[in-house]
């Protein structure tokens, strides 16, 4: 069995976060579960454009030798990618470049660029399940790590058996991110989830935890939401 997993530093492991040792991270959790061989094209800083691109990629790349499943983390909204150079403009790890300057400027975060985006994030979700099932790899899932708009009109085709919502915020109500102040980041705290939490997310794909309901749930039982009071 071949299991194919992309996202960004939540599912390609932190070593702060994890002791040190990136194979406690959920992707590999759930290989080992399945006894699997595991292909982690996760990239630290990768945004949704990236994901998506490179998943594709791979699937076309490797026709004779297709994953038996697919796990896909789609990260926060505010990355972009030019090429494969991904930048943050409204994060608070500031890059000074042209890129982060003019999306900084023009795209504040809490401005309609965020429904935007959301949109556009939807339809991406939406384009990837398609793209798997043309090919007929069926055993899937997605993580959406942000809140989406649940009033925009293509959010009623979204695969829901397949995935799971506001991955962040239900993990945040269980689970501390680590404070350990990595290099990396200029002394910031590491700010990813350990391996409790890592072992909940293994728990959901591989559906041997109790709280596997929580797929499909929460953007239909808050009749209030509003996705822009959560994304940051």
């Known amino acids: 069995m071949l299991i194919y997993t992309n996202g960004c530093s939540h599912t390609r492991g932190t070593p702060l976060s994890l002791d040190n040792d990136h194979t ?6 759930v290989a080992q579960h399945h006894d ?4 982690n094209d996760s990239r630290c800083g990768a945004s949704n454009d990236s994901i998506v691109q490179s998943t594709m ?4 790349s490797n026709l004779e030798n297709l994953p038996d499943q697919v796990n896909i983390q789609f990260t926060v909204l505010d990355r972009f990618d030019t090429g494969y150079v991904t930048h943050l403009p409204r994060s608070s790890m500031k890059v000074d470049n042209k890129y982060n300057n003019f999306y900084g ?4 975060r809490g401005s309609e660029m965020d429904k935007v985006l959301s949109h556009k994030l ?17 055993s899937k899932r997605f993580l959406i790590w942000t809140p989406l708009d649940r009033e925009y009109v293509t959010y009623e085709s979204l695969p829901f058996g397949h ?14 991110m680590c404070q350990t ?11 990813h989830f350990g391996r409790d939490a890592h072992k909940r997310i293994a728990g959901w794909i591989t559906d041997t935890d109790s709280s596997y309901d929580v797929f499909d749930v929460d953007n239909h039982e808050e009749k209030d939401y509003n996705f ?3 994304i940051y």
């Open 24 to 29: 406690k991270a959920w992707p590999y959790l």
């Open 36 to 39: 699997a061989e595991l292909v």
């Open 57 to 60: 990629e791979y699937i076309l």
């Open 105 to 108: 400027d023009h795209f504040p």
């Open 122 to 138: 939807i339809n991406q979700v939406i384009l990837l399940s398609s793209f798997l099932r043309t090919y007929e790899i069926h």
């Open 163 to 176: 995935t799971l919502f506001n991955v962040n915020r239900i993990l945040s109500k269980h689970h501390k």
């Open 181 to 191: 102040p990595d290099p990396g980041r200029g002394g910031k705290p590491d700010g």
């Open 228 to 230: 822009i009071d959560h």
